[in-house]
């Protein structure tokens, strides 16, 4: 089978590599993967910057495939089944209570991921995908959907009513926008490009932020809501963004951090936003995927109301080399995805 490989730290490291195609074992299904979403994940864990991985790691997240195999003592699925592997295989349970549950996520730092043709999973780490969705549209549900539907309907419980503040176009970003409007939410989406922020817009945000025209965006989220602050910000930039969530949110309000492109360098106000994030009660979530329930209570909700992912792109997996290099300037509006089938 083919496969995009990560031979060690470095892009010039990553490559379409000829595999032997994996046997599943006992409680194992073997996939013929059809589609894989793109993520900056894939980048960095190209580069290295997760640490040390196995050597010849497969990349990729998130993916959606066709069951053609059953390990021993498999029931419950059959052949033919279109089905997304559980991101963090190991989250079966309510929550993650071990660092060995927390790394065994698809496409390292331990476990082969969806860039090829055919992936062996744990047959309970399984979730049948939508089936009004496209291959690429389902194959970004597992990381890029979770993580959104995590933060919007379970970490922060946003209802009717509510304020969101989405920074960013990329996946996580349009998915969260999606949810919260199902929720009835009103949203406002915040980015530095005004092309994309018109087609928030047309995807149903209520208001939008150039940040780089407004670079304090918190006094224009406050000012939307009459002062009151939003009920929940998704902040993919940590560090460097994380103070003027703070600033933006209401007393008791969630500020999810779904990535760190501010790197490990704080902004220099944060400090001086500590002292209204314990007077108001904010609460600071880590977002990263979730768990099978949430899968499966994410992938009933999509079917329901016929919801469609973003997708800004389809490409070959001859491609990959290119999008996964591609992900960190994050030109796109929604998901890269790789056709595999």
Known sequence: MRALVSHGAGLERL??????????????????????????????MACGAYGSAHS?????????GEIVELGAGVTGWSRGERVN????????AARVSTQAVATSTLGGPRLDGCFADHLAVSAD???????????AQAATLPFAGLTAWCAVREQAAVGAGDTVVVQGTGGIGLFALQFAKLAGARVIVTSKNDAKLERARALGADHVINYRAQPEWSGAVLEFTAGRG???ILDPGGTQTLAQ???????????CVIGALGG???SPDIGVSLPRLLGHNLRVQGSNAGSLASHQAMARAIGEARMAP????VLPLDAGVEAVAAAPKSEQFGKVCLQIA
Do not use: F
Not at 15 to 44: F, H, N, S, W
């Open 15 to 44: 490559q379409i590599t000829e595999r032997d195609v994996p046997c599943p074992g006992p409680g194992q299904v073997l996939l013929r993967m059809r589609a894989a979403a793109v993520a900056l994940r894939d980048y960095k």
């Open 125 to 135: 780490a399984l979730v049948a995908a939508p089936p009004h969705l496209s291959d």
């Open 245 to 255: 969530a703070l600033r933006a949110l209401r007393p008791g309000g969630t500020a």
């Open 310 to 313: 973003v997708i800004e792109s």
């Open 230 to 232: 939003a009920d929940l």
């Open 85 to 92: 592997p559980l991101y963090v295989q190991g989250w079966t």
């Open 264 to 266: 490990a360098g704080g």
């Open 56 to 64: 010849a790691l497969v990349l990729g997240g998130e993916g959606v």
